[in-house]
């Protein structure tokens, strides 16, 4: 009867005993006092398995990082002594005449180089990123053509009135520039073009990454990017021109509809509501209620009707006033007129028709891209291609309606004698007939 209640339960909060279990073993036992204490174990943080997972962690990272490093420190090496024998080589070829013996051995060495950088795989790490910017020397060849060119009055007039006459005739053959311009005249308008030597060639772009050699090493190592790949990725990936876009399609739209709800609990009324008189919608009548009443002709007798009028044609149908009787055949034989629609009388708006096809008015978002967006091509004026120099100003192209100013820029590679990268800008467009929007 006095024996001590002992209690067997788990330390799980999910997991205890019924307080009904415990009334009646109380109760077995002659409800003595039941003392019941929590007890929590707490490990020590300084366990033998965590001590071991840890040490082998930080050895197994410390191991990688060290067998990557060790080539990248080789390769630094490698690098310094080729340096170290070209001074030499310099030393001693400023020294003796074999000037061309140097060339080819020096030829020799970039070529090996080239094979000993030879890799086998290449693990990008990243994303490209920009090269350092570079600028023209004076030993250039790119500059030194330049230098060839600018004095050349004669071919700059030629390289001015080639892109003049190419934009004059692509404008010409574009059915948009013709049906809002006329016929467009391309001996005729004013022309404000220069020439612009680049200081240097376009940004380069890299990625960064691991590449494995022949020798079954990995190093650190940068792979080229063409630029064109890298601002298409970074259009993809922050997409400026899309979201201003859609921020200003989403503003437009709701604030249509806030005029709207304004509208319909009578909380503002619009300038166009003021001005304009109340309007008194009416139902749908019948056909033959909107027909003109027609006078009803004096009664004839029947000898002066004509036999070859029908007694049911349609100015008999007319003139007879339409009964009860014969309005209810009628309706039963023609189709019904359409009805309004019940919600826009009860609302005050109306509902999208399931039959009628889903159309969504993308004007605005349309306007905002086309004014944001800026494709990589058009980029013409701060990076030109490498070797190629920026020609660039105002053409005015004169049409039968209206005339238009553009703003071109493009790109002449001297060496093939064309534009290789064109872009053009609407400036201006003035019409020679101009009426007021305000009304007559």
């Known amino acids: 009867m006095f024996k001590a209640q002992i209690l067997r339960r788990s330390f799980s909060l999910f997991n205890r005993i019924p307080s009904q279990h415990l009334i009646r073993s109380a109760a077995r036992d002659g409800h003595q006092n039941i003392q019941i204490q929590r007890v929590r174990f707490r490990r020590h943080f300084f366990t033998r398995s965590r001590v071991l997972g840890t040490t082998f962690a930080l050895f197994a990272g410390y ?23 070209r001074e030499l080589r310099n030393k001693v070829r400023d020294v003796a005449d074999g000037e061309e013996d ?42 030194l053509e330049f230098v060839r060119i600018a004095p050349d009055r004669k071919r700059i007039e030629r390289v001015r009135g080639e892109l003049i006459g190419l934009v004059r005739d692509i404008a010409a053959k574009n059915p948009q520039y ?8 391309t001996k005729k308008g004013a022309i404000w073009v220069e020439v612009k030597f680049p200081d240097g060639p376009p940004i380069e772009y890299e990625r960064p990454g691991i590449e494995l050699t022949e020798d079954l090493e990995f190093r650190r190592a940068t792979r080229p990017v063409h630029d064109m790949h890298h601002k298409r990725l970074a259009n993809l990936l922050v997409p400026t021109a899309v979201a201003n876009s859609v921020y200003a399609d989403s503003k437009m739209r709701l604030g249509k509809q806030w005029q709207a709800i304004k509208k319909y609990f009578g909380w503002g009324e619009s300038k166009q509501d003021k001005n304009t008189p109340m309007q008194i919608t009416v139902t749908p009548t019948p056909s033959s209620a909107l027909q003109e009443p027609v006078p009803k002709p004096p009664p004839t007798t029947p000898s002066k009707v004509p036999a070859s009028t029908p007694p049911d044609s349609e100015t008999q149908q007319q003139q007879t006033p339409p009964s009860a009787a014969p309005s209810e055949s009628l309706d039963s034989k023609q189709p ?32 905002t891209f086309r004014k944001n967006y800026k494709p990589p091509w058009t980029n013409v004026m701060d990076d030109p291609p490498r070797g190629t120099f920026v020609v660039s100003g105002l053409i005015e192209i004169i049409g039968d309606k209206a005339k238009m100013t553009l703003d071109v820029s493009a790109a002449y590679d001297p060496k093939i004698g064309k534009f290789v990268a064109l872009a053009a800008k609407t400036r201006s467009i003035v019409d020679y007939k101009q009426k007021p929007k305000g009304g007559p």
């Open 102 to 143: 140097d060339r080819q051995e020096e030829e020799e060495e970039d070529r090996d180089d080239e094979e000993d950088s030879e890799a086998l795989l290449f693990f990008p790490t990243g994303f490209s990123r920009a090269k350092p910017r570079t600028f023209y020397k004076g030993s250039d060849p790119e500059w």
């Open 178 to 185: 013709k049906r809002r311009l006329g016929n467009i005249n």
């Open 336 to 367: 019904a007129a359409p009805l309004e629609d019940p919600f826009y009388e009860l609302k005050g708006f109306k509902l999208p028709s399931p039959s009628a096809a889903v159309t969504i008015d993308l004007s605005a978002f349309r306007q």
């Open 63 to 85: 191991e990688l990082l060290r067998y990557i490093d060790i080539p990248l420190d080789e390769e630094e090496e490698e690098v310094k002594r080729r340096a170290r024998r």
